[in-house]
């Protein structure tokens, strides 16, 4: 007998995966729920990142930041023939371009993805009413050719050089949708299936759809039994919507999530701190990209209207101090909203280094004087006092509000710290410009991406505009206007690079929004999971689930 034992011991040690469970699910943690769910309105993060498994655009950046079919045959270019230069009917350069579908691309109840679903994504696009974004790729995109079910032509009339790309232009089921649409277009946004009937299938084309939800709470997504793709690893994925990091940590460590989305997961000190105290029991990858945290302002605000103020409020914010007490110095401070590792980014733009007392002359010589309570009043009697607003129970950005606070105060400027709940903060509060003073928070952007829909005067969200566009501060320069019109039509890249620079100049000395670093996301993956790889700029790691793996 106890041979017997000794044997199946031996048995057991010699075949440690026969030990381990059956992994059919995956439970993943997210700091954000929706605001909605419609994929061309609004752009939220934790959106992205859910229908990053349940929808294919047609194009999108990868992992090496490399320009990629996803639900496309072949990228379009001028030596394949898929884009043509032309001429617009009214005499202007244009270009035709042509997509083809890949075969087998089907809605989630076995209807094909066709280009009829394309175009009435176009004719959405087109009415302005509806608030789709971002609003210049249709307006650029004025005739809308189906070729065939699987192939269709959009022409411009601008040549930019990522003419290949899509971006948030994708696919719409058209047979569901455009009724809805047709019925009441500046209703859409909140009667659209994605709203109404979110758990329909036929409403997605990617390896996943959306099987339930809770409002703010979670999304479980099944597998799509009609994607013709690679088959998923998992059957089910729950993403867990937890605002409260802290909270977040503790259901990692109690086995409540198995992971948590860099994208919008832990903070980088809180998840450097995880790893010292777990060890090895978990994954860790810390992956500098394309977000860039800063803080918009209303401009509109007196208090805050006048550059030399914000010029004053950057140099009294030390930045440098905060990523060394903070993030452990892995975050460089941002100059401006481009990267440093990105091909246009100019190293020589102005740059506002924490100097407390330049700061404090300037406050003066725009007319800003100390207060009985140390508060600077001007000479209209207004306090130099605004609110600082973020995503409440994001304990990193919280940190950063007190501390800014403090040193905004000691050059006597108040910051009234009032939060509301990432569904809130950026469903309504930053998308409908509702904050009076300043709203801190990411953006995450793709390579060499031309910040029209931030900086453009025609991208300030409005209600006749169904608030569609992300100019949230409400900038307006007819120079910066002029440079974002140049630099998409300008094919040659060394001819793009000082328009680049005079653009980052212009925003360096206006600062319509004070930048402050970019960030290097956390991700937190079990040890048993492989193949997760993360982009580091707006096209997720989910959308790539396809290659996620459990390990043998």
Not at 67 to 72: D, I
Not at 356 to 361: E, F, I, K, M
Request: proline content about 8%.
């Amino acid at each position: 007998m106890r041979h017997a034992l000794a044997a199946f011991l031996a048995l057991g040690l010699a075949m440690p995966a026969a030990a381990q469970p059956a992994r059919d699910s995956l439970t993943i943690g997210i700091t954000q729920y929706p605001a909605n769910f419609h994929p061309n309105i609004e752009n939220m993060a934790a959106k992205a990142y859910i229908l990053g498994f349940a929808l294919r655009p047609v194009t999108a950046y990868d992992q090496d930041w490399k320009l990629t079919c996803l639900a496309c045959d072949t990228l379009p270019s001028l030596e394949n023939g898929q884009a043509r230069l032309e001429q617009t009917p009214d005499g202007k350069p244009g270009i035709r371009i042509t997509w083809r579908l890949r075969e087998g691309e089907t809605w989630g109840d076995g209807t094909p993805v066709t280009a009829e679903d394309m175009r009435f994504a176009w004719e959405a696009g087109r009415a302005f009413e509806t608030g789709f974004g971002p609003a210049e790729l249709y307006r650029s995109a004025y005739e809308f050719i189906v070729e065939d079910a699987r192939s269709f032509t959009v022409r411009f009339d601008k040549v930019t050089f990522d003419f290949a790309g899509l971006g948030q232009f994708q696919p719409l089921p058209a047979r569901i949708e455009r009724p809805i649409w047709e019925a009441d277009k500046a209703g859409y946004r909140t009667r659209s299936a994605y709203e109404t009937a979110t758990t329909n299938p036929a409403l997605y084309n990617g390896p996943y759809r959306i099987a339930a939800t809770q409002p703010g709470a979670g999304v479980t997504l099944e597998r799509n039994e009609h994607w013709s793709g690679p088959v998923p690893a998992f059957r089910r994925i729950n993403i867990r919507a937890v605002e409260n990091t802290t909270a977040m940590e503790a259901q990692l460590l109690a086995g409540q999530v198995d992971m948590i989305a860099g994208e919008l997961g832990l903070p980088l000190e809180q998840a450097a701190a995880l790893q010292k105290r777990t060890g090895d029991r978990f994954q860790f990858s810390y992956r500098p990209g394309l977000s860039y945290e800063h803080i918009d302002i209303n401009l509109q605000n007196p208090v805050l209207a006048d550059s030399r103020v914000r010029q004053a409020l950057l140099m009294a914010a030390d930045r440098g101090q905060i990523v060394a007490r903070l993030y452990e110095g892995r975050q460089p401070v941002a100059l401006g909203n481009v990267h440093p590792e990105d091909r246009m980014y100019d190293p020589e733009v102005p740059v506002w280094p924490y100097d407390p007392t330049r700061a404090w002359a300037l406050l003066e010589e725009a007319g800003w004087r100390p207060g009985p309570d140390g508060i600077r009043r001007n000479t209209a009697g207004e306090r130099l006092a605004f609110d600082l607003m973020t995503t409440a129970g994001n304990r990193a950005r919280e940190q950063v509000q007190q501390i800014l606070a403090g040193m905004w105060r000691a050059i006597g400027a108040e910051a009234r710290i009032r939060n509301e709940p990432p569904r809130i903060f950026f469903g309504e509060t930053v998308s409908q410009r509702k904050f009076t003073g300043m709203a801190m928070f990411a953006w995450i952007s793709s390579p060499e991406n031309v910040p029209r829909t931030l900086f453009h005067s025609d991208e300030v969200p409005t209600a006749a505009r169904n608030w569609s566009g992300q100019n949230y501060t409400g900038f307006t320069s007819p120079e910066a206007d002029r440079l974002i019109e140049a630099l998409p039509v300008e094919l040659d890249p060394e001819k793009r690079r000082p328009l680049w620079s005079e653009l980052q100049r212009l925003v360096a000395t206006e600062l319509p929004a004070l930048p402050l670093w970019h960030r290097s996301d956390p991700h937190i993956w079990p040890r048993w999971l492989e193949g997760v790889r993360p982009t580091g700029h707006q096209n997720y790691s989910s959308l790539w689930v396809t290659e996620w793996r459990v390990k043998p």
